[in-house]
């Protein structure tokens, strides 16, 4: 493990204590902590329940607004369109607010559909989930800068705006340049924001998302709220060794809206969906 990676996880490992949140005791700090996620802002990313939603899509929403979610972000549709989702979603009283769409979508002829769908769903965010790997170099994110700028300025004339989502290679310093830092410093934040996945941050060795909070403010509207196992694996929210309320504590200034839960490989989609709202809804920080 490289050191900014040991870095970042010395900072962010650690345990939630608290009124059934971990096992270690509160410190003075934390007992003075009231700080908590709005319920409106507590949303599932879809991908999580993608095995229960090729069979039964409005059933798996219906559950999910049964555990106390508000929101969702859309990754996969399912045989569905925007409509039949938004029928749905109406009919569970849950809301879209964002969907997954593939960055060679966004930058082709197939961005006016996907933006007129985003309105169907009635969400406010178009996400390009990953990059190619082709891209993966400094010149090749600095094309991809120029991109979202562009795509970003439509989105906006739309209503909407662009983010976008990472994953660890994001993070990887390519001839002493960090990727991420990249698309951060060479987009236009009028018309780039991002979705920062906490798990892949911490995963590659990212700069702690508290600091990219207080460096980068307002330009992160949505989190993907994902645990990390002590080996590394993924685990459910509040169960892992992520420090949320550390990551949490500059939230505000990083202008997040949304907490969405995300578990790449659930064992048990539903449990996995119960137990990290609950961590969520019962969290102070």
């Known amino acids: 493990m490289d050191r900014t990676r040991r870095t970042f996880l010395s900072t962010a490992v650690g345990v939630v204590a608290a009124t059934g949140l971990g096992t270690t005791s509160v410190s003075a700090t934390e007992a ?42 859309v990754s996969g549709r399912h045989g569905h369109s925007a409509a039949d989702i938004r029928r749905m979603l109406d009919a569970t009283r849950l809301r879209a607010v964002l969907e997954h769409v593939a960055y060679d979508i966004v ?21 390009v989930p990953s990059l190619p790997g082709s891209l993966h170099s400094p010149a090749g994110y600095r094309e991809v800068a120029r991109e979202f700028n562009r795509v970003g300025l439509a989105a906006r004339e739309s209503g909407l705006k662009l983010l976008y989502h990472n994953h660890g290679t994001d993070h990887q310093v390519v001839d002493g340049v960090s990727l991420y830092d990249i ?14 996945d906490l798990y892949w941050a911490a995963n590659g060795g990212a700069s702690a998302p508290g600091e990219l909070f207080v460096r980068h403010p307002r330009r992160f509207p949505a989190l993907h709220v994902k645990d990390m196992a002590p080996n590394g694996d993924f685990a459910d929210v509040g169960s892992g060794v992520l420090d949320f309320p550390a990551m949490f504590d500059t939230a505000r200034r990083g202008g997040v809206k949304q907490w969405l839960v995300e578990h790449d490989a659930p064992a048990d989609p539903f449990a996995s969906a119960l137990a990290s709202y609950t961590y969520l809804s019962r969290l102070r920080y």
Do not use: C, N
């Open 183 to 196: 698309l951060l410093a060479e987009t236009d934040p009028e018309l780039v924001a991002f979705e920062l």
């Open 32 to 73: 003075r902590r009231h700080r908590r996620i709005p319920p409106s802002g507590i949303g599932m990313h879809l991908y999580t329940m993608r095995t229960p939603l090729a069979t039964d899509f409005r059933g798996t929403l219906e559950r999910l607004a049964e555990i106390g979610y508000a929101t969702v972000g």
């Open 107 to 127: 930058k082709g002829a197939g961005l006016p559909q996907a933006l007129e769908d985003i309105h169907t769903l009635g969400g406010k965010w178009i996400v």
